[in-house]
Nanobody, 121 residues
Framework: QGKLVESGGGLAQPGGSLRLSCAAT????????MGWFRQAPGKLRDLVAV???????NYADSVKGRFTISRDNAKNTVYLQMNSLKPEDTAVYYC???????????????WGQGTQVTVSS
């Protein structure tokens, strides 16, 4: 089985930066796409950014030009560099990945535990 372990997040001022990391751990055979979602209080969980195994990326319009997603395949880790943060970026950020474990080679959808990002002066 696999597991996603997030780190980073916290408090930033408007215009500031934060970096999130998410490592896929366990007996992993392969990882397809990896991405980040976020959920603000009272709102649905929305896609922020995704990076595919071939390196292609996709971003929500609200973060284009400010956030950058990247991955280190050797470390099974995905990153989200968040610059020019705005108060509306405040949310719980969840890592997501579709991966297969050596136990059965079946691709499943995994979620991290979530990390709080707060943008406030």
């Amino acid at each position: 089985q696999g597991k996603l372990v997030e780190s980073g997040g916290g408090l930033a001022q408007p215009g500031g930066s934060l970096r999130l990391s998410c490592a896929a751990t366990g007996s992993i055979f392969s990882i397809d796409d990896m991405g980040w979602f976020r959920q603000a209080p009272g709102k649905l969980r929305d896609l922020v950014a995704v990076i595919y195994s071939d390196g292609d990326t996709n971003y929500a319009d609200s973060v284009k030009g400010r956030f950058t997603i990247s991955r280190d395949n050797a470390k099974n880790t995905v990153y989200l560099q968040m610059n020019s943060l705005k108060p509306e970026d405040t949310a719980v950020y969840y890592c997501n990945a579709h991966l297969a474990a050596y136990s059965d080679y079946v691709v499943r959808n995994y979620w991290g535990q979530g990390t709080q990002v707060t943008v406030s002066s």
